[in-house]
C-alpha cells in the first residue's frame, strides 16, 4: 500500500497545467510559510502580493489588483476572517478565495463553502504545491 500512494503522488506532480499571468493575494501570518507560497506561485506566473491580515489598507487596496485569494485560517481569527470572506463575497465575487489551516470544525468548513470559498485544504495534509495547483485550476 505505501508504494501505491507514493507511485499516486509522483503521478499528480508530474501533470502540467498551464502557467497563470494572473494576482493572487496571500494573507498569511508566518512568515516562512508566507515565503514558501510566493515561491510557489511566483514559479508559475503569478503576480503575488503578500500583506498580513492585521493590515486592512493594504488588503483594501490589493483588492483592486487580484484574481486569486488565499488566505490562513486559524482559531484565534475565525470569526473575522469569516466576516472578511463574506464581505469579498458581496463585493468581489470574481475573487477565488482558498483557504488553509489547522483542524477547522465541520459547522467553520460549512460556514467558509457557504460564503463562497472555493475550498480548503488542512495544513496537515496538504503541500504548498497542492494549493497552487488548486489555484491554477482555478484561474485556467
Given at each position: 500500500?505505501?508504494?501505491?500512494?507514493?507511485?499516486?503522488?509522483?503521478?499528480?506532480?508530474?501533470?502540467?497545467?498551464?502557467?497563470?499571468?494572473?494576482?493572487?493575494?496571500?494573507?498569511?501570518?508566518?512568515?516562512?510559510?508566507?515565503?514558501?507560497?510566493?515561491?510557489?506561485?511566483?514559479?508559475?506566473?503569478?503576480?503575488?502580493?503578500?500583506?498580513?491580515?492585521?493590515?486592512?489598507?493594504?488588503?483594501?487596496?490589493?483588492?483592486?489588483?487580484?484574481?486569486?485569494?488565499?488566505?490562513?485560517?486559524?482559531?484565534?481569527?475565525?470569526?473575522?476572517?469569516?466576516?472578511?470572506i463574506k464581505t469579498l463575497s458581496e463585493n468581489h465575487p470574481q475573487i477565488a478565495v482558498i483557504t488553509i489551516?489547522?483542524?477547522?470544525?465541520?459547522?467553520?468548513?460549512?460556514?467558509?463553502?457557504?460564503?463562497?470559498?472555493?475550498?480548503?485544504?488542512?495544513?496537515?495534509?496538504?503541500?504548498?504545491?497542492?494549493?497552487?495547483?488548486?489555484?491554477?485550476?482555478?484561474?485556467?
Open positions: 500500500m505505501r508504494y501505491f500512494l507514493k507511485q499516486k503522488f509522483d503521478i499528480a506532480e508530474l501533470v502540467e497545467l498551464p502557467k497563470s499571468n494572473k494576482t493572487a493575494l496571500l494573507i498569511i501570518n508566518e512568515d516562512t510559510l508566507s515565503d514558501i507560497y510566493r515561491k510557489h506561485l511566483q514559479e508559475n506566473n503569478f503576480q503575488v502580493i503578500a500583506v498580513r491580515f492585521s493590515d486592512p489598507e493594504s488588503i483594501a487596496d490589493s483588492l483592486k489588483l487580484v484574481d486569486l485569494l488565499i488566505m490562513e485560517m486559524n482559531a484565534q481569527e475565525t470569526r473575522d476572517r469569516l466576516g472578511f489551516g489547522h483542524s477547522l470544525d465541520n459547522e467553520t468548513l460549512n460556514t467558509l463553502m457557504g460564503l463562497g470559498a472555493v475550498g480548503h485544504l488542512d495544513r496537515k495534509f496538504s503541500r504548498p504545491q497542492d494549493v497552487i495547483q488548486i489555484a491554477k485550476t482555478l484561474i485556467n
